[in-house]
């Protein structure tokens, strides 16, 4: 009778520590998902904005010079174009001299502009206080290179300082890049951007949309974590 009493009580006893068990170990899963609830919902979604977006077409891409007509009596300075009367959209380049000649292949372009159309335009050189110069002899500018650019600014409205390598970049839903490659790349430009985004900051982008494709897309997305956003170019 006894070993019998004793038998039942060791069985009950292993029943409870299997009740105890199964409670903990329930209990642990709630924790842990009310754990996971709490630092989901401290980390806010990305918020950015779509600023502008637009597509030009004649974008000045490339200047250059002929060899051996690189002019004399020139100073370091900047170079304008326009096309008839038209200002090709703020186009601007720095360049060097030496000798009073403009340094061959360093005219380096600060703004791209765009022009109103694919015409050869007229340069108008200046000197560094803005002064419209008077060479001794001008230099001959090549053609320029046009290309199809597509310009946008967009802005971190959120309070987390954003990866450039986890906002992508679609166009028309296709092609995607993300910011790191977009800078890194020969065929695009960022201004004032690292590797972070940080929050109120307002960046401006433009590719060149044009090395092999004559495409124009209509519609430029951006997409951060679970936020994406989309804009037709204009």
């Known amino acids: 009778m006894g070993a019998s009493v004793g038998i039942g009580g060791l069985i009950i006893g292993i029943s409870m520590l299997v009740v105890f068990s ?36 004649h974008v000045i891409h490339e200047v250059s010079i002929t060899a051996g007509n690189q002019g004399t009596g020139y100073v370091n300075g900047t170079l304008r174009a326009n096309v008839g009367t038209d200002e090709c959209g703020g186009f601007s380049a720095n360049f060097t001299t030496t000798g009073g000649a403009i340094d061959l292949g360093n005219v380096v372009i600060t703004i791209h502009g765009f022009c109103p159309d694919s015409s050869t335009p007229t340069w108008t050189v200046y000197d560094e206080s803005f002064t419209i110069q008077t060479p001794t002899s001008p230099a001959n500018f090549s053609a320029p290179v046009f290309r199809q650019y597509i310009y946008a600014n967009i802005t971190n409205l959120g309070t987390d300082t954003l990866k450039t390598d986890e906002v992508w970049v679609f166009y028309d839903g296709e092609e995607p890049e993300t910011l790191t490659a977009s800078q890194d790349s020969p065929a695009s430009e960022i201004a004032g951007l690292a590797t972070n985004w940080y929050s109120g900051q307002t960046i401006e982008l433009f590719w060149d949309d044009q090395p092999s494709t004559n495409t124009e897309y209509e519609r430029l997305a951006f997409s951060v974590g679970s936020t994406t956003l989309a804009r037709a170019t204009t």
């Open 22 to 57: 199964m409670a903990i170990t329930a209990f642990d899963a709630q924790v842990a998902t009310g754990l996971d609830a709490i630092e989901s919902a401290s980390v806010p979604d990305p918020s950015f904005s779509i600023d502008d977006v637009n597509l030009e077409q």
